[in-house]
C-alpha cells in the first residue's frame, strides 16, 4: 500500500531520485487539469479573505477563532492511491495526491486554510538528524501503519559506562546533502508542466522541532531520561548542550546555504497553525532564520515538574528561540504548570494548548498578548462513529472561557478516520456553528 508523502497536508516531505523524474503525456494532462481546477479555487474572493484574516489574527489583530483542520494519515483515507489516482508514474502520484487533497481542502474539509496557487517541490536530499537509526522491528511488514517494536540504542549501557561516554563522538551532528541534480530536475520539470497555471516553489521540509527532549528520549528511551534527571543531571545537561549546539549548526548552515523556506505565507508552522503574517518581512528570495517562525517542545517531558522543566528544558529552548523571528511553543504538553519559564522565551507568539493544559488557566494568562492555539480532541474523530454532543460540548466551552484570547482551532494528529473523512467535514461544521452562536 503506497502512504502519502505529505505532513501537515499541504507539503511533500521526500523528493524523488533522478530516475524517477519523469512525467509521462498522460499524466502531464492529469497533472495539467488538476492544476487548472486548483488554480481556479485559489482565486475565489474567499482565500484572499482568509489570508488577510490569517494575518490579522498571527498580528494579534481582533478576529473571529480560526478553523484548521490536517487530518494527517487520515489522508491515507481519504484520497486513496488504489482509488483516486490516475497517474501511472511514482512521482507523477506523489503530485497527484497534492493536488487532489488541496482540491478535498478547498471543497469538502472548508476549514480556514486558504487555498494559493503554488505548488510547493522539496529537494531530493539527505537529513542525517541525529545519526541515531530507527532500531526499529516491524511486527507487520507489509504495512507502515501497523506496530513496529523500537529499542532505544544507549538503553543497555550500565551507569559507568554512560558516565564516561563521550557525548561529543556518540551523538552525531546532524548533516543535509542536497542531491542538486535531481533536485532541480524535478524543479525545472514542474515549472515546465505548469508554466502558465501556477508557480512552482521550493520548499523542503528539513526541521519542524528542535526536537531535543525527542532525540534524548531516542537515546536513552523515555524511562531512562526520566531517571537520568535524577541519577546523572551533569550527563543530562552535556547530553541537551550537544543536541542543542548540533541543532544551531544545522540551522546555520542551511541558512548559509540558501536553502531555509519562507514560512510567513501559506505555510504551517509550530504544532498548528499557519505562518501568514505582516509582523516579519520576509523576501522569499532571501530567507533568514530571523524571518522565520521557529518551534520549541518538549512531549517527552511533559509529566516533569516545572522546576526541572525550568532547569534541563527551557535554556536550550531559549537559546534556539533566540534564531527565529517568532517563537511557537508546545505541542502535545501541558504547560499551565510551566507558563512561568515559557512566557519567558524569546519572541513568543504563537502558544500550543493541548488536552493536557488547563485551558482557563491558559486562557489567562494568554490575554491577548499570545495566539491561543487549541488543540481540539482528536479522538472524537476516529472513533467509527463519532459523537457530536460530545464535540459541540467540547468546542462550546472552550469559546465560552477564550473570548478574550486570540484563537485557532486545530485538528490534527489523525493517525486514522476510521475511513470516514465526512466525520472530519462535518467536526469543521460543527465548529463553526458554535464559533457563530458563541461570537
Known amino acids: 500500500m503506497r502512504i502519502d508523502k505529505g505532513y501537515w497536508g499541504n507539503w511533500i516531505t521526500e523528493g524523488w531520485p533522478l530516475e524517477e523524474v519523469r512525467i509521462s503525456e498522460k499524466d502531464k494532462g492529469i497533472l495539467q487539469e488538476l492544476a487548472k481546477k486548483f488554480r481556479s479555487l485559489c482565486e475565489r474572493p474567499c482565500e484572499a479573505e482568509k489570508i488577510r484574516l490569517w494575518k490579522d489574527h498571527n498580528d494579534l489583530k481582533e478576529t473571529r477563532p480560526l478553523l484548521l483542520v490536517d487530518m494527517e494519515n487520515g489522508w491515507n483515507e481519504a484520497v486513496r492511491f488504489d482509488r483516486d489516482i490516475q497517474c501511472e508514474g511514482y512521482m507523477a502520484q506523489d503530485w497527484e495526491m497534492w493536488f487532489r487533497k488541496e482540491i478535498f481542502w478547498a471543497e469538502k474539509l472548508q476549514d480556514d486554510k486558504p487555498l494559493t496557487s503554488v505548488f510547493y517541490l522539496p529537494h531530493r536530499a539527505v537529513n542525517t538528524e541525529w545519526g541515531i537509526g530507527e532500531n526499529k522491528v516491524e511486527i507487520c511488514e507489509d504495512d507502515k501503519n501497523k506496530a513496529y517494536s523500537w529499542t532505544a540504542t544507549m538503553k543497555d549501557m550500565d551507569d559507568e559506562e554512560f558516565e564516561k561516554l563521550d557525548m561529543e563522538k556518540a551523538i552525531q551532528d546532524p548533516v543535509v546533502v542536497v542531491d542538486e541534480k535531481a533536485s532541480e530536475a524535478a524543479f525545472t520539470l514542474a515549472k515546465e508542466i505548469f508554466d502558465g497555471i501556477v508557480e512552482v516553489r521550493m520548499r523542503t521540509w528539513w526541521f519542524w522541532s528542535s526536537h531535543m527532549a525527542l532525540a534524548y528520549a531516542n537515546f536513552r528511551g523515555l524511562d531512562g531520561m526520566m531517571y537520568d534527571f535524577y541519577d546523572f543531571p551533569e550527563k543530562v545537561h552535556e547530553i541537551f548542550a550537544k543536541l542543542t549546539s548540533g541543532y544551531i549548526k544545522k540551522l546555520q548552515f542551511l541558512e548559509a546555504n540558501h536553502l531555509l523556506y519562507q514560512n510567513t505565507d501559506n505555510t504551517f508552522v509550530g504544532s498548528g497553525g499557519l505562518g501568514l503574517t505582516d509582523s516579519l518581512h520576509t523576501d522569499r528570495n532571501h530567507v533568514t532564520l530571523k524571518t ?45 504548570e510551566k507558563w512561568e519559564w515559557v512566557k519567558e522565551l524569546p519572541n513568543l507568539r504563537r502558544v500550543s494548548i493541548s488536552q493536557w493544559s488547563d485551558m482557563a488557566k491558559m486562557s489567562d494568562y494568554l490575554k491577548g498578548d499570545f495566539i491561543y492555539s487549541y488543540k481540539a480532541n482528536s479522538a472524537h474523530v476516529t472513533v467509527p462513529d463519532m459523537n457530536e454532543a460530545v464535540i459541540r460540548g467540547e468546542l462550546r466551552r472552550m469559546f465560552e472561557k477564550t473570548r478574550e484570547n486570540h484563537v485557532e482551532v486545530v485538528l490534527k494528529d489523525l493517525h486514522s478516520i476510521s475511513n470516514k473523512p465526512e466525520q472530519v467535514i462535518r467536526w469543521v461544521q460543527i465548529a463553526r ?3 457563530n452562536r458563541v461570537y
Open 292 to 336: 522565520m517562525w521557529g518551534l520549541c517542545e518538549a512531549q517527552e517531558c511533559g509529566d516533569i515538574s516545572p522546576e526541572m522543566f525550568h532547569e534541563f528544558i527551557y535554556p536550550y529552548h531559549r537559546q534556539v528561540a533566540e534564531f527565529f523571528g517568532l517563537t511557537c511553543y508546545a505541542c502535545c504538553e501541558g504547560i499551565d
Open 433 to 435: 456553528e458554535e464559533l
